[in-house]
Structure formats: C-alpha cells, structure tokens
C-alpha cells in the first residue's frame, strides 16, 4: 500500500516539474525576444518586416561574393564582407556581425601582402558565413513563432505640414547616409503621408524598393528626387 501511496504521488510531483521547465523556456524566450526587439523599440512587425528583407538582400549578397570569389576581385570580396558586417549588426545577427568581423580583419591583414592567404581564407568563406546566419535566422524566427503575428489595419493618409515633412526628409537623409535600418520605418510613414499625391507616386515607390532592398545610396539618390519635387 506505501509502495501505490509514492506512485499516486509521483505523477502530481512530475507534472510540477514538467510545468516549471516549460514556464522557465517560456519565460526565457520572451526575455531572448525582448532583447532582441529592444534596439527597434521593441516593434514586432517593423522587426518581422525588416528580417525578411534583410534575408531576401543577404541570399544576392552571399551569390555576388561568391561570383567575386571566383573572379579573385579582392577588393569587391573586402566590400561585400564589410556590407554585410554593418547590416547584419543593424538587423540584431550578433553572432553574424562578429564572424563578419573576424572575416574582414583576416582579409584585410592578408590583403596585399599575403595572396595565398588571402585565398585560402575565401575558399570556405560563403559557406561558413552562410552556416551562422541560418543558425541564427533559425532561432529568430523559432521565436517570432512564439508571438503571433501582429497585424494593424493599413493607416488612413494624413495631412502632413511642411514644418513636419521637413523634418521627416532630414531624418530618413540621415538615417541613409548612416545605413540605419530605421530608414524602413520612415519611409513607410513618408509613403502614408504623401500616398494622396499621385504626382510623386514614381518618386516614393524608387524610394521604397531602393530602402527594402537596402541599396541605401540608390535610395538617397531617389530621396534628393522626392525632395526636389516637394519644392
């Protein structure tokens, strides 16, 4: 009877213990979410926005490094590497951003001094870079599942000033030359607020994919455009 008293007990006791684990991982995956949501003021859908565009460039930047890898252009390889370091910093990849890191010291101490070197590091280099980023995209997205999709009803446009527009073109100009990723935000908002003037439909939608694609010299050519215009 002692021996069926534990085992009625046993079961209550593994079950406490099942939900304890299972609070704890939850609880440590929210902390890990807020983290990393932290330094985009904590917006799920402008994150979830800007990971799938940072994945769509990342796919054309690893292919065009290893095109230049074949063609042993140094200084392209050096260029992309360094792109690549400041935007997966820029999405939250901090385990991308340092191998990106290393990558760019090694090849800029091999650089012109040491070819072979050079070129032993680049054989294995898209592969390894591609092997932590989708380790890494896999864990973010592991935990955006954990949260459901947010979805907001598309804002109405709004009369917008000139004092405020102003103010909003410096902003994203700015956040252009820097290479901020928070350049997608304000130009959603810009789009939003001049969506009623058919007359610069051309200029905001250049401005949009030259900012989603992240070709952000491309884009500040299509903003002095904008700005020309709103003149």
Do not use: W
């Not at 926005?49 to 050096?78: H, P, W």
């Not at 591609?130 to 592991?142: D, K, Y």
């Not at 935000?185 to 250049?206: M, P």
């Amino acid at each position: 009877m002692k021996a069926n008293k534990n085992l009625v007990n046993q079961q209550p006791i593994d079950e406490i213990d099942n939900n304890i684990v299972t609070n704890c991982s939850s609880e440590s995956d929210n902390k890990a979410l807020d983290n990393l949501l932290k330094p985009f003021g904590g917006n799920e859908i402008f994150y979830r926005r800007l990971i799938n565009i940072f994945e769509t460039n990342l796919k054309q930047q690893f292919q065009n490094l290893d095109l230049m890898i074949e063609q042993k252009n140094a200084q392209e390889i050096l260029a992309i590497v360094h792109t690549l370091k400041g935007s997966s910093g820029s999405t939250g990849l901090s385990s991308l951003h340092q191998a990106l890191c290393d990558s760019e010291a090694n090849l800029k101490q091999a650089h012109g001094t040491n070819t072979y070197r050079f070129e032993m590091l680049c054989v294995d280099l898209v592969q390894q870079l591609r092997f932590v980023a989708q380790a890494e995209l896999s864990n973010i997205h592991s935990l955006l599942l954990k949260e459901s999709p947010k979805t907001t009803a598309a804002l109405p446009a709004t009369n917008v000033s000139s004092a405020e527009l102003t103010l909003m073109l410096a902003k994203l100009k700015q956040h252009l030359k820097d290479g901020n990723l928070q350049a997608l935000d304000i130009t959603a908002q810009l789009q939003n607020k001049l969506s009623d003037n058919l007359t610069l439909e051309n200029e905001l939608t250049t401005l949009s994919d030259a900012v989603e694609m992240l070709d952000f010299d491309q884009a500040l050519d299509a903003l002095c455009s904008l700005s020309q215009k709103l003149k």
